[in-house]
């Protein structure tokens, strides 16, 4: 499991672009990046998943450039609905366990 | 609904008590844990269970006790907790293993146990 770095907190404003970034230096060939989402007193919540290149789907983008090192959560036009903690993590597929930093909280403002 | 259900939502229990949490997935998966998330503190994962077996154990104390009778059913037995185990109790479930590019999605928590050891 690789170790992962992100900012503790991020504000942002409504209508905004949010761009969380989290560094992974050690990530394995076998490893790929997952992004959660967790508001208060619930589970976290699946929201991306990739490998390299871009990922998107209905909820994020995930930018992951060629060297691996590093990704992107991309969140287009935050709502204060979109306040909540994220998670960043590299894990191969045979992981037996995923271990959950201390994520970064986004605050969106009015 | 995330498909992983857990029981009680919220527990106050004394500490000379014995309460038991419950967890179901209905999604077909093969391994189910258990994390602990304290206030303002970090997910910590407790047990591992993979085909019903336990894998993990991370230094749990025993006051936690867990059972898996089968791949969709999870328990934590609680017995004589201390104030300092008031915490959130989160229950996931997935499909171990899996490999990048299969489009898996990695862990499905439940909506997890409010605990109060009072």
């Known amino acids: 499991l690789a170790k992962t770095t992100q900012p503790i907190s991020m504000d942002s404003y409504e209508g905004q672009e949010v761009n969380i970034t989290c560094s992974h230096n050690?990530?394995?060939?076998?490893?790929?990046i997952t992004w959660y989402q967790q508001f208060p007193s619930q589970g976290p919540r699946f929201i991306i998943q990739?490998?390299?290149t871009k990922v998107t789907n209905e909820v994020a983008s995930l930018f992951i450039p060629a060297d691996r090192k590093s990704s992107t959560l991309s969140l287009p036009r935050v709502s204060l609905s979109d306040t909540a903690v994220y998670y960043c993590l590299a894990h191969s597929g045979s992981a037996r366990q995923l271990t959950f930093g201390s994520g970064t909280q986004l605050t969106v403002l009015p | 609904e995330t498909g992983v259900t857990q029981t009680p939502r919220h527990l106050v229990m004394g500490m000379t008590n014995k309460k038991s949490l419950k967890c179901e997935q209905h999604l077909g998966h093969n391994a189910m844990y258990w994390y602990k998330q304290s206030a303002k503190k970090p997910l910590e994962l407790m047990f591992v269970y993979n085909f019903k077996e336990q894998t993990e154990n991370n230094s749990v104390p025993s006051r936690f006790s867990p059972e898996c009778p089968n791949s969709s059913h999870l328990f934590l037995h609680l017995h004589t907790l201390q104030p300092e185990d008031s915490a959130l109790y989160l229950c996931?479930?997935?499909?171990?293993?899996?490999?990048?590019?299969?489009?898996?999605?990695?862990?499905?928590f439940g909506s997890g146990t409010r605990l109060t050891v009072v």
């Open positions: 990739g490998y390299k």
């Open positions: 996931a479930s997935s499909q171990e293993p899996h490999f990048p590019g299969q489009g898996l999605y990695g862990y499905t």
């Open positions: 050690n990530i394995a060939t076998n490893d790929y």
